[in-house]
Each structure stands twice: as structure tokens, then as C-alpha cells.
């Protein structure tokens, strides 16, 4: 009936969205290299992640005001902030793309094409399978988090402040990146980012009250953005122009192809092992993944870029 909203409907949007935005992003993943020169990859993507961060950290209570205010409002909102960022598009001057003329071909030997060059770099590969595994264990850790704050007896309004210094971690991350990335070389942020992850992640067991939980769960947000700056940055200097789209696209698929089963298997394990050993478990595995990248020559020497 006109006027009333469904579950259904929620879904079929929710999914229509969420399949648009895959297309955003991998094409803004290509973009990004055309618009900015190479050095200054990593600040842009810096700027970019400290971007999502804020928007994640006042984006819910800025909803729920609006909500409040109006059922109708959060949605004009959105819609207006979508028409807004099209019309930021025509501002930018730089082309998107080199400018060349190629024969159309079938999607799935463009496809190929990424996934070959991506297989035949095997530091790209390894990051590639190495960033699926971190998004593997990282999925269910929201769940996790939530769970443990409910066995402290911690109200809603308390789970929400614990992920709220997550995401000032996160922002925190991205701001300091630029500085991490200069300073150190790639291989000793990402062997550092993924020991960091690694080593926090038992500390949850022994976690006595939220504010322990808080300032666990900041320190984990902080590593993720310098992660991913540096890796995503590097990656894309390395990437050849004509294929950033396609490789950009294979390298997701391994990286977040997972999510969703990691947060299936993590509310599997929570469900019928308890808590405590999804976290032994998930702590093992993470400390496995910072130890592939640490043993990892093409981790270790990887060249700075010019």
C-alpha cells in the first residue's frame, strides 16, 4: 500500500545501493591516480578515508536527528548529498582516463586481463590475499565487540560511545598516514599495521569494562586506515593507467569477497563455541597473517616509489 514501508523494500534497495556502489568505488579507485599526481597518492587517500571516517562517526546521529524531525528528511538529505556529488564532478578538471581509442571486447577477457597482470605481480597478489584474510577476521569483529560489551552489561548508549572512539581511532588513522607512510617503507607499515591488529585482538579476553573495550577497539581502528593507505596507494602507483579499473576490481573481489563469510562464520562460532575461543581463534589467525607478510621478501623489499 502507498504509504507504508516493508521489509521487503528495504532490501531491494538496500541492495540496488549497495550494488551501485561497487561500481562507484572501483571507478573512483581508478580515477583517483588521474586526478592527483603520484606523490601525492598517499595524502589524497589519506584525505579520502579521514572523510568516510567523519561522515561514519556523525552520519547515524545526524539520521536519527533529522529522523526526528521528519521521517522523510534522512532521505531527502541523502538524495540532495547524491545530486550534490554528480554536479562536484564537472569541477574537476583532469581527465578521468588517458584519452585512446580500443576495440570493444567482451567483459570477461577485460576481466582477465586484470585478474593476469594482478597473478603475474606477485607483491599485488600476495597484498591482494593478504587484505582478504585481515577482511576475513575483521568482519565479525564489530560482533564481537558488541558481544562482549552485552556480557559487561553495557547499555546501547555505552556500545555506541565505545564505537564512536573506533571511529575517532579511524580518523586518527587516516590523519596520521601521510606522516607513517613518509617515514617508514612499505614493508614495515604493513608488517607493523598487521602485528598491530594481530596483538591487540587477545587483549579482548581480558577486557574488564567498556573503557578497556574503547580504547582496544580505538587502537585497532587507528591501524586499519594506515593499512590501507599505504597499500592502496602504492598499488595504484604500480598500476598500469589503462587497467586500474579491471586489476582495482579483482583485487576487491579477493580483498572484500569474504566479509560476508567472516561474519557468518564468526556469529557461527559465537553461537555454538562461546566468545572467548572466536576471539583465540580469530587472534591465531591474525597473528598468522602478520607473520606471512613478515616472512614475505616481496613485503620486506619492496622499492620505494620514484
Keep these: 500500500a502507498i504509504g507504508q514501508l516493508t521489509v521487503l523494500q528495504l532490501?531491494?534497495?538496500?541492495?540496488?545501493?549497495?550494488?551501485?556502489?561497487?561500481?562507484?568505488?572501483?571507478?573512483?579507485?581508478?580515477c583517483l591516480p588521474r586526478v592527483v599526481a603520484k606523490e601525492q597518492l598517499p595524502a589524497a587517500t589519506a584525505q579520502n578515508m579521514a572523510t568516510d571516517g567523519i561522515n561514519a562517526l556523525?552520519?547515524?546521529?545526524?539520521?536519527?536527528a533529522l529522523y526526528a524531525l521528519g521521517s522523510m528528511l534522512p532521505f531527502l538529505a541523502d538524495a540532495i548529498s547524491y545530486f550534490a556529488s554528480v554536479i562536484s564532478?564537472?569541477?574537476?578538471?583532469?581527465?578521468?582516463?588517458?584519452?585512446?581509442?580500443a576495440a570493444r571486447r567482451k567483459l570477461w577477457v577485460e576481466i582477465g586481463e586484470g585478474l593476469s597482470w594482478l597473478w603475474h605481480q606477485p607483491l599485488i597478489r600476495f597484498m591482494a590475499l593478504l587484505t582478504g584474510g585481515n577482511n576475513l577476521i575483521?568482519?565479525?569483529?564489530?560482533?564481537?565487540?558488541?558481544?562482549?560489551?552485552?556480557?559487561?552489561?553495557?547499555?546501547?548508549?555505552?556500545?555506541?560511545?565505545?564505537?564512536?572512539?573506533?571511529?575517532?581511532?579511524?580518523?586518527?588513522?587516516?590523519?596520521?598516514?601521510?606522516?607513517?607512510?613518509?617515514?617508514?617503507s612499505f614493508g614495515q607499515v604493513i608488517i607493523g599495521t598487521s602485528w598491530a591488529f594481530a596483538l591487540v585482538m587477545p587483549f579482548y579476553i581480558i577486557a574488564?569494562?567498556?573503557?578497556v573495550l574503547s580504547i582496544?577497539?580505538?587502537?585497532v581502528f587507528i591501524s586499519g586506515p594506515i593499512y590501507?593507505?599505504?597499500?592502496?596507494?602504492?598499488?595504484?602507483?604500480l598500476i598500469p593507467d589503462e587497467l586500474q579499473g579491471r586489476v582495482n576490481s579483482v583485487f576487491r573481489l579477493i580483498a572484500f569477497g569474504g566479509q560476508p563469510l567472516g561474519l557468518a562464520?564468526?556469529?557461527?562460532?559465537?553461537?555454538?563455541?562461546?566468545?572467548?575461543?572466536?576471539?583465540?581463534?580469530?587472534?591465531?589467525?591474525?597473528?598468522?597473517?602478520?607473520l606471512a607478510a613478515t616472512i614475505n621478501k616481496h613485503v620486506r623489499n619492496a622499492k620505494p616509489l620514484a
Design 11 to 30: 532490501f531491494i534497495v538496500s541492495a540496488i545501493e549497495g550494488t551501485l556502489y561497487v561500481f562507484f568505488n572501483i571507478a573512483e579507485a581508478a
Design 58 to 64: 556523525i552520519g547515524p546521529p545526524l539520521g536519527g
Design 89 to 101: 564532478l564537472f569541477f574537476i578538471k583532469a581527465n578521468f582516463q588517458e584519452l585512446r581509442v
Design 138 to 184: 575483521s568482519a565479525g569483529f564489530i560482533l564481537i565487540v558488541i558481544v562482549l560489551a552485552q556480557h559487561m552489561h553495557a547499555s546501547s548508549f555505552t556500545i555506541g560511545v565505545i564505537f564512536a572512539t573506533g571511529g575517532i581511532g579511524a580518523i586518527l588513522g587516516a590523519l596520521i598516514a601521510t606522516s607513517i607512510q613518509k617515514r617508514f
Design 208 to 211: 574488564p569494562d567498556p573503557l
Design 216 to 219: 582496544l577497539t580505538a587502537a
Design 228 to 237: 590501507n593507505v599505504v597499500q592502496f596507494s602504492y598499488r595504484s602507483a
Design 265 to 290: 562464520l564468526t556469529g557461527l562460532l559465537i553461537q555454538y563455541i562461546g566468545i572467548i575461543p572466536t576471539i583465540v581463534i580469530d587472534s591465531v589467525v591474525m597473528i598468522l597473517l602478520a
